[in-house]
């Protein structure tokens, strides 16, 4: 765990030397197991700023809700880092307006995974190198990390920021893909209808409160596809079709785009599983255009790119 | 808000599932039950396991039931004509509704059945439905329905109450509809109903008060055009957890949906941008300020004005399923530090 003091420190330094206006990061919650992002824009605040396992939230979503031309300095894990480099590309801000405080991660703690092995009271949760230590009323409990991580978090290829201008902490060991390779070639030996059933299940129970497009550092537009009057794209209602539509064109829009950080499924209330999707997506724009999201802020996505000597046609 | 039952009777655990399939026989009964890693009110099946352990609420509220996320109203038949939507509810009943949820259904009586508007779809299901509460004996870390003025053994609205005592329930029947759900079942001894009164009193008693209500509709009125709004509401990521997950929020949209040949009435929620938008392109709840603030000043302001009660029974669904875990106790705790005048008016 990277030490808090230090991103204390740094945060403080930021807003005092004036590099920055704001400071994006976390703060605590009013229960151990919810920390909040958190905007700093003096000295004095930033003693209430937190970092844990337990911040669930991709900052860089935050990046498109601050006015353009403010100098910005944020917290950023591996996948933040890469979301973040991901708006650059998009013209959504500029690299001179941002600080970026790099935290190497461990992975995010899924706050329900607690919930369901310990009940709700809990009074405190901390960790150490290997595990998680969680206080309730009834006792103590501990459990290893990798038991509580979110699936994302598990085949996460890039725990370390890749551009920070200041990292915090010792880097940590990165796996490769093969993980996040193996869910989607699981996924893809399934017979088609075994396929169409399992989106089925999870996209049904949708509710249609948008927590994923809005918690989706990539999910910018002033107005989604969803909200348009004229055309319609979608069935407004809770109904299949309209719930199919709505997950299966959101994880469209994310080609190229998705960082794979979870957040979508972090801030669903209905616990639906839709980053296998978008997983699915990233997964073939590495394989066929050796591309991963936000790796530089330079490289346009695949499907965001036309040049001259293209091979086939632009149809849409 | 305490009723005065008609009948205390003795349910025994072990006696639900020949009672769940009597009352088949006559209504459709929901329970709630599992669903993927939480609880839903769904229809009784032969397959069904009755999910009341959970440390909290069911995570879809039941005014679901009474309001579904999305129902028809209208149904077009040829160019230009069309028929009121066909309801074909049977007669139910709703075992183990928590009495935050059966007293939001009872707020949610007074935006649906007023004089010179009455909905009828919404009518019909109230009418059909038999309410059986069960009271909270462990009452979730996040709910304060005792903060807002109920409690988790609150009878209103419900035919029956349940407590939960072990190996049986002490059941106190409320209305003469829910009598008849529980004929032939012995009566409680003293004991048992002292026992059941000091369940129900103890964890009363254990609930801490989130927030001091007293002068809070004033503090969050006079403040209106405060900072505060701005600070509670920075982190708001917009999105419709909150609204849609609350037991009294019942804002919809009304949309044709001509491929289906219906007009439906949607979910809708003040945190979106779209629900206040006009067609000018002008919105006057133009950021989630607005919305944060309309979304709390409704319940606890609004709904005063107009009924003499908070809009909110205290559930703490909003709080558990926050994304980015805004608190609305924290908030009002925090509103509960503004300055205000004593108003003397009237």
């Not at chain 1, 459990?143 to 990292?167: Q, T």
């Amino acid at each position: 765990m990277p030490d808090i003091e230090a991103i204390k420190s740094e945060a403080k330094r930021l807003l005092q030397e004036g590099v920055v206006e704001v400071v994006v990061a976390f703060k605590p919650g009013d229960t151990p197991l919810h920390p909040q992002p958190a905007f700093f824009t003096s000295v004095d605040e930033v003693d209430n700023l937190v970092y844990n396992g337990l911040c669930q939230n991709n900052l860089a979503t935050f990046l498109t809700r601050i006015p353009k031309d403010k100098k910005v300095g944020m917290l950023v894990r591996g996948c933040e880092n890469r979301s973040v480099n991901a708006l650059i590309v998009e013209k959504q801000k500029s690299r001179d307006d941002l600080f970026l405080v790099g935290i190497p991660c461990e992975g995010i703690i899924d706050w329900r995974k607690i919930v369901e092995r310990v009940g709700e009271a809990v009074l405190a949760v901390s960790e150490n190198d290997y595990e998680v230590i969680i206080e309730t009323r009834d006792g103590q409990y501990s459990f290893y990390k990798n038991e509580l991580f979110h699936e994302s978090c598990l085949r996460c290829s890039h725990r370390n920021p890749i551009s920070a201008d200041v990292i915090i902490g010792e880097p940590v060991p990165e796996t490769n893909q093969d993980l996040a390779n193996t869910v989607v070639e699981r996924f893809d030996s399934q017979a088609i209808e075994e396929r169409y059933a399992s989106f089925q299940k999870e996209a049904e129970r949708c509710i249609r409160c948008y927590a994923c497009r809005e918690a989706c550092p990539m999910c910018y537009c002033t107005e989604c596809f969803v909200d348009h009057i004229e055309p319609r794209w979608t069935e407004s209602g809770a109904t299949p079709a309209g719930m199919q539509g709505w997950h299966i064109v959101r994880a469209f829009h994310q080609t190229g785009r998705c960082t794979d950080c979870g957040a979508c499924e972090r801030a669903c209330p209905m616990d639906i599983k839709m980053t296998y999707l978008t997983e699915k997506l990233n997964y073939d724009m590495r394989k066929k255009y050796n591309f991963e999201t936000g790796l530089d802020i330079e490289t346009q996505p695949p499907f965001a790119t036309v040049t001259l000597d293209d091979k086939n046609r632009f149809t849409v | 808000m305490r009723k005065e039952t008609i009948m205390n009777l003795i349910l025994e655990k072990q006696a639900l599932p020949a009672l769940f399939q009597s009352w088949r026989e006559h209504y459709d009964v929901y329970l709630p039950q599992k669903m993927e890693r939480f609880s839903h009110f769904m229809p009784l099946s032969d397959e069904s396991v009755l999910v009341t352990d959970e440390p909290h609420n069911t995570r879809i509220p039941p005014k679901a039931l009474f309001l579904p996320m999305t129902e028809a109203l209208v149904e077009f038949t040829r160019f230009g004509s069309y028929e009121d939507a066909k309801q074909t509810i049977q007669p139910r009943i709703v075992f183990a509704i928590r009495p935050c949820d059966a007293q939001a259904v009872q707020l949610l009586d007074t935006s649906f059945i007023q004089e010179g508007y009455v909905d009828p779809f919404w009518v019909e299901k109230r009418a059909k439905t038999i309410t059986i509460g069960l009271g909270c004996h462990e009452p979730c870390q996040t709910g304060f329905c005792t903060t807002v003025g109920y409690g988790p053994f609150n009878k209103s609205d419900l035919d029956v109450l349940l407590t939960d005592l072990g190996d049986l329930y002490l059941v106190e029947t409320i209305s003469e509809a829910g009598e008849k759900c529980f004929q032939g079942f012995p009566t409680a001894s003293d004991e048992i109903y002292e026992q059941a009164l000091m369940v129900q009193h103890d964890t009363h008693d254990q609930m801490p008060v989130a927030f001091e209500t007293e002068n809070l509709k004033e503090k969050l009125e006079q403040n209106f055009n405060s900072d505060y709004w701005e600070e509670i509401s920075q982190s708001c990521l917009g999105c419709g957890v909150c609204t849609f997950l609350c037991p009294t929020c019942f804002c919809f949209d009304i949309v044709d949906e001509a491929q289906r040949k219906e007009r439906v009435r949607n979910w809708d929620t003040c945190m979106f941008r779209t629900y206040s938008l006009e067609a000018s392109g002008h919105n006057p709840r133009p950021s989630r300020v607005e919305r944060t603030r309309q979304r709390l000043s409704h319940k606890y302001v609004y709904w005063l004005d107009q009924i003499n009660q908070i809009g909110c029974t205290g559930c703490g669904r909003c709080v558990r399923y926050c994304p980015v875990g805004l608190d609305i106790r924290a908030m009002l705790r925090q509103a509960q530090t503004l300055p205000f005048e004593v108003s003397h008016a009237g």
